[in-house]
């Protein structure tokens, strides 16, 4: 089966370290998005990528985090300097782009940062 | 902004019980309504669709209609599992194939 795929599945850092989420998305989807998840705000839309083009990252903290497509098989996502607020679960989920599809979704990277 | 409301859980039931979880949403157009699926230590997966007003999407037992009068999308199971045990999250998608979703609701099934 097709799957995105995450790495790494956890990550403990410390405050002030850089952190790097890596997103393989399904071959031949066009659409990658970064979900954040955490008890307290659910799951928030941090970036959009279509045809690698980021088409709307507001929903992401733009002193600290920066999301790329460095080519179609590969999305990053970085912090730096993390913080302890950012410990959270981190998903990147692909698509086709189509109106009305829908988009499959990563196991996510879990985050903490001391 | 667009947004989805849904019902707090923990929702606890036992087996073979009927399952309601409501689900409303604002949205300045017509949305497409989707609800997904989440078991413990994975991503989201998608459990049924509905992209028009009256439309009924079904899957694995559970079903949902769009209902446009009541900006209503709730979710139902006339006999639950202990496998259906996830947390369940109700989204729309407007423009941009951006899914807002709502808070989820942690669904517990015992036996």
């Known amino acids: 089966d097709a799957r995105v795929t995450q790495t790494p599945r956890h990550k403990v850092t410390e405050m002030g370290q850089e952190v790097t989420m890596r997103c393989q998305p399904i071959?031949?989807?066009?659409?990658v998005f970064w979900y954040r998840q955490t008890m307290m705000q659910g799951l928030e839309l941090l970036a959009y990528?279509?045809?690698?083009?980021?088409?709307?990252d507001s929903g992401m903290p733009k002193d600290r985090f920066s999301a790329e497509m460095p080519d179609a098989t590969l999305a990053t996502l970085k912090i730096q300097p993390s913080e302890p607020r950012d410990s959270a679960v981190y998903f990147c989920?692909?698509?086709?782009?189509?109106?009305?599809?829908?988009?499959?979704f990563g196991s996510g990277t879990q985050l903490s940062v001391l | 902004g667009d947004s989805v409301t849904q019902m707090e859980g923990p929702v606890t039931l036992s087996e073979e019980a009927f399952l309601t979880i409501n689900c409303t949403y604002t949205?300045?157009?017509?949305?497409?309504l989707f609800w997904y699926v989440q078991y413990p230590g994975e991503g989201l997966q998608l459990l049924l669709k509905?992209?028009?007003?009256?439309d009924k999407g079904s899957n694995k037992g559970f079903e949902a209609t769009y209902r446009k009068e009541t900006t209503s999308f709730h979710l139902e199971k006339g006999s639950v599992q202990v496998s259906d045990s996830a947390v369940y999250f109700c989204?729309?998608?407007?423009?941009?194939?951006?899914?807002?979703f709502g808070a989820g609701t942690i669904l517990r099934v015992k036996s």
């Open positions: 989920a692909s698509g086709l782009g189509q109106p009305n599809e829908k988009l499959f």
């Open positions: 071959l031949g989807h066009n659409t």
């Open positions: 990528f279509r045809n690698r083009a980021p088409l709307d």
């Open positions: 949205a300045t157009g017509y949305p497409s």
């Open positions: 509905a992209t028009k007003a009256d």
């Open positions: 989204a729309l998608m407007e423009y941009g194939n951006k899914l807002v």
